[in-house]
Structures are given as C-alpha cells and as structure tokens.
C-alpha cells in the first residue's frame, strides 16, 4: 500500500510539474503588448469639473498620458466639450446641447461634486492641452447625433491641424460610423473603437472596413480570452474607468495597454510605478518608439525606433 501511495505520488507530481512547464511555455510565448502603458485622466480630472479646461490642465499637472475628453455639436454646430446630450446633470438646466447655441451654452457652468465650476469650452481646449506644462496629450471621443458624423469629423480634422497636435491626440466613439469616416480622411492617425458591453472574440481582418489602432472598453467587460484575442491581433485594450491602485497594477500586469481614471493622479502614478520595473524591449512590446506606433505600408507590421 505504501508503495502504491508513493508511486501516485510521484505520478502526480511529474504531472505537476509539467502542467506548470506548458504554463510557463504559453505564457513567455505570447504575442507581445504593443506599446508601453498610457495614463489617461477620464473626462480630465475628478478634482475639477469634467470635461473642462481646468479639468485637462489638472490631468496635465498629475503627469497623465492623456486627458480623455468627449464633443458634440451645438445648434449652430460648433463643438464643445461635454459627456451627455442633456445639462440638467451638470447644470441644473433640462435642456439639449443641440437645442442651444454656443452663446447660449458659455452662459452656463458646470459643477462637480465639490463644487466647483466651470464654462463649457469648445474644442479650441486642444490649444490649453497644447500649450500645457507638461505637454499632455487628448484622447477625444465622439458623441455625436445621427447625422452629425461628418461635420463632427471635418471640424475636428481641422482644429487638430489647425494647432498642429495629430501626434498628441487619438480619437475614439461608439459610433463605428465616425471612426471609419475618420480613419478613411486621416489614416495615419490613432483612432479606435470604444465598446460597450461584451465584445466577444476579437478576429481583425485586413479587408475590414475599419481596423482600430485600439479598443477602449470598461471595467466589467474586461476578461482574459478578450485580452489574449487582442495581443493576437496586435490590438492595444484601453481599459475604463479604474482608479484603485492595485487594480491599475493587475490590469497593466494582465497586458492592458492603456488606464482611464477618474483620478488621474492615482493611475498616473500606478502607471509610471510599473513602467519603472517592466522591461522595455521588442520581447515584451512591438514596438517601445516614442508615439503612436506607425504601421509599415503593407499594414503587417510596425515600424520599429532606429537603433
């Protein structure tokens, strides 16, 4: 019997062991991450009011990667920066942004819950980010009505030309409408897919109508198969809206790409906290060149930082 007993045990133990191997094996053998992590300040900074020029200068200030800022077209279509359709939430006034011009919009405030205000500012807010200390960049999301796509994408093509701040900015919506119009007039540039919800496996094709350069999706739909699926493809997940600490650390280690939080202090210093240990090579990430990765011209590669 004990002899029995010994030899399970050692049949177990060889299995063991070679269950962790294949592990070890599969995981040092994974597709690497694309690019070095982004810290990205939700909607600016939870310490101003959102979407706000003091917000995105506090972002700057707390040494984000990014502001995340979101636009939508007014009456007399000019955008301006604001996440919902409707004021009451942040003004007290129960009214559209479409229904109202940009006159009549900069005569409201916008409040936090500390209370603090602020104006509504346009999308002329890229020269506040532009000329910021610390040179933040913006992740600009896109809100717009049915309709609205164009103008949406024509205004912000110009502005972000106008100061010059392609190489600082990337654009993303939910609307897959306004990304392929964008990435069809601006190719070069970063522009992404926001996902609500599930996305289900992650199967790119280069025949596609749109290829995200990334996809941005919240907390509760972040899983491992939609993260192996995403390294498979070479596509960096951005993940939102995360502020503790320890789950910034455990997403970044998971293989996120990219961190948004309300508190952009707190997932600017996880962030940097992690860059400081990871190591920085072509084994771990395509491509470690500052910027946004460029794709080669046959589109299977990255082009990588000369040596």
């Not at 306004?178 to 970063?190: C, H, L, T, V």
Request: charged share 25%; with cysteine.
């Amino acid at each position: 019997m004990k002899s029995v007993i010994v030899r399970h045990k050692i049949i177990y133990s060889i299995l063991f062991s070679l269950s962790c191997l294949i592990f070890v094996i599969y995981y040092f053998n994974q597709q690497p991450i694309l690019h070095l992590p982004y810290s990205i300040g939700h909607r600016g900074d939870i310490s101003q009011p959102e979407n706000s020029l003091e917000g995105i200068l506090a972002a700057d200030t707390n040494h984000a990667d990014f502001a995340e800022i979101d636009i939508q077209l007014t009456k007399d279509n000019v955008l301006v920066l604001c996440h919902d359709t409707n004021l009451k939430r942040l003004t007290g006034k129960d009214v559209d942004i479409s229904e109202l011009t940009l006159d009549e919009i900069q005569q409201l405030k916008t409040t936090n819950q500390e209370g603090k205000t602020a104006k509504i500012p346009t999308l002329e807010a890229i020269q506040t980010a532009k000329n910021a200390p610390n040179q933040i960049g913006l992740l600009i999301e896109f809100k717009p009505l049915e309709g609205d796509q164009e103008k949406t994408v024509d205004q912000t093509i110009e502005l972000i030309e106008k100061y010059e701040f392609s190489d600082r900015a990337m654009f993303m919506s939910m609307d897959q409408k306004s990304m392929q119009m964008m990435a069809k007039k601006r190719p070069d540039w970063w522009i992404g897919y926001c996902a609500f919800g599930n996305l289900g496996r992650i199967n790119i094709r280069l025949d596609d109508p749109f290829i995200p350069d990334f996809i941005a999706i919240e907390e509760s739909a972040i899983n491992t198969q939609l993260l192996e699926d995403a390294r498979n493809n070479i596509l960096p997940v951005y993940v939102w809206t995360v502020d503790d600490t320890e789950k910034v650390t455990d997403y970044l280690n998971m293989g996120v790409s990219g961190i948004i939080g309300d508190a952009s202090d707190q997932v600017a210093y996880s962030v940097d906290k992690y860059e400081t240990s990871a190591p920085k090579d072509d084994f771990h990430y395509v491509t470690t060149c500052p910027g946004f990765p460029q794709l080669t011209e046959d589109e299977y590669g990255y082009i990588q930082c000369p040596r």
